[in-house]
């Protein structure tokens, strides 16, 4: 691969000097050509920042090239020979399998996960990145929640798959909420702060469709039949939260959502030790953090407002929800 | 002799020897060197001596992230370790005392990471556990497994063939873990298996445990481990002659922190140890050991102990082709693999298949094995267990 081919700037050092004529190092994504960034990916040189991690990322599918362009534009370049926090992969399967169906798996460190459909590759990127996170980053309490933020104050959505909250996540994020996560709430133990990745957010059947009506400003990565989860498509987050990924948030509610065809909006109070127990139940490194975790997650609940939360129309949620951290007209 | 090293030693190895090196890496070297540690199972190995060497502060905020998650790891295992030790002396308060070869034995010994942390060993400070593994003598065995199933340890493998394959050639129970805490168990009655081709001499492995905590009747069972040259001993047979490489170099790295440790602390060890391996029948494995350690890393060895090690040491040819194996087996290796790790991975497989057990019974084992994988290729996708 020339250094031409990748993007890279072949002067580094007259672009330093300032000379007018050198051209610029990529800084983004989005500033790579189609080719450029397929090039990196497939040669295992794509690095990017993700909030608190720095990702290198291979694939030679060509799926995956398209979702990272559909829905990465935005990210960072992270420097080629510094640190990256995770080396993954998603690369075709050998063997006799792959004849009739194509599979993928995905990689870190050499060990490989159990293979899916290929055309699958994207979603399993942003599946092994959740798990990568989540075995791994024992700096934070990593809970299995939605956090988005508005005026500096975050609102938590815990819950277990399939209760509605990264369809939530992404309406809320299209409509004056800063996203952090769909899926991972990073909590720093220290600061007691909550830290985001502005990574896309994972959605499945009914709600792509619904999102799709309720932004169709929002730019989709294809969609992928036939998951675990049935159709899953990831929506990309909005360029504002991508530019702010590095701005940690302070835990205001922890909203438990429900949805209630029929139902109003509303918004009641949440018994504090049943959503202490909530919360420590999705926790995926509780048990990491000992006594630490347990003293963490009770100060977490202390400066909270814990509540239950029931909707019908994403309309009708979002006007609930606002009230909570009224939005001025045009946003930010 | 000569000696084989690889070309490029990779970096993780040369900072194993010299902590003090990692104050002048860059970024590139560090997302090398955590990426080592991680394959290894060393992270935790690796942030314990950057921490005594006092070097943590000044490691880059990316890496440092890393090292200080494994160190948390660590202490939590540890902790889950302590306590699932006095959980299973609790629950084999209950079986019978049995006299072993004029020995009585009120409890059982602990093995490997478990004895570590029984025994305050510092490089039980750097290192990430799996099961518990103890050991009790044969007779005991029915007893102990009873004892077990009453305090909730359920047997994993279930397959018939897998049952007999430890009831009857190998020298464990067929691993158990608890059915609410999910923590894992293996029993041992001896520390190789009885088909190896290695005599051992199991007897001679009771009567000499050092005791971490009494004995409370109808409470606790006594908790053991091995004295030192038996627990190095052990660690040694283990890794030389089991069949899973995917910690060789930890099992290494063990084995040079012991070796560090003992002759630091028990001003006998060295003159015991070579007089015990003999006794054990143990003395190729202790062989390769030593070798191992003072190649990769830098062990020191007392010049005696080498000397009398080379009456009955392997044929050069031998030595070369095992060098040329292990050598390979322990890199650490972030990416796939190449060929010549693969085939040395799977000579080292064939070996340890080969002491474990007699020609006959070994093929029909991996012809066994080898259908099963087979049936398993062919079997529909399984789908994952993905987050989210």
Redesign the interface.
Known sequence: MTAAALGESARPARAAAGAATAPRSPERVADLSPRQMAARLESGQLLLRTG?F?LRLRSPLPQVAAGIARTYAAFPLA?L?????F?VAVLPDA???NWW?P?ARFWL???A?????ARQAFA?LE?GL??CV?S????FLVI?AAVVERHGRALLLPAP?GAGKSTLCAALVQRGWRLLSD?LALLDIASGQLLGMARPV?LKNDSIELIRRFAPEAAFSASVPDT??GTVALMRAPDDAVRRMHEPAAPAWIVLPRWQPGAAARLQPQGAAQAFMLLAGQG?NY????RNGFEALGRLIDRCTCLQFSYDTLDDALACLDQLAPGTAGGR | MTTRQPKRPPLLIAVLREPGRVASL???Q??RL??EA??SHLPGRLAQLIDEAGLMASV?D??R??L???Q??V??QR?TVGREIGQIARALAGADVVADGGDAVDGFALLKGAAYVAAGLPLAGGRLFGDVDILVPKARLAAVESALLVGGWRSDKLDAYDQRYYRDWMHELPPMSHSLRGTAIDVHHTLLPPTARVRLNTPALFGRWRPVAAAEPGQRAAVYVLPPTDMLLHSASHLFHEGEFGHALRDLVDLDALLRHFAASDPGFWQALLPRADALGLRRPLFYALRYCRLLLGTPVPEPVRQALQAGAPSRPVIGLMDHCWLQVFQP?????GGHAVAARLALYLRSHWLRMPTGLLLRHLARKAWRRIAT?LAP????A???
Not at chain 1, 136 to 139: D, E, K, L, P, R
Not at chain 2, 333 to 337: L, N
Not at chain 2, 381 to 384: D, G, K, S, T, Y
């Open positions: 608190p720095t420097p020979h510094g640190f990256a926090d080396h063997g006799l399998r169906r599979q460190d050499g060990k996960s159990m293979p899916l459909a399993m599946w959740n798990w989540a791994h980053a024992h700096q299995h798959s899926e994972n675990i989860k995926f048990g990491v953090h000992g | 860059d970024a590139a560090w997302d955590i990426r991680r394959v880059p990316g890496p992230q890393h200080q998650s494994a948390r790891l202490l939590q902790a290796r972030p990416s796939a693999e290729e996708a399984e789908q994952p993905a987050t989210g």
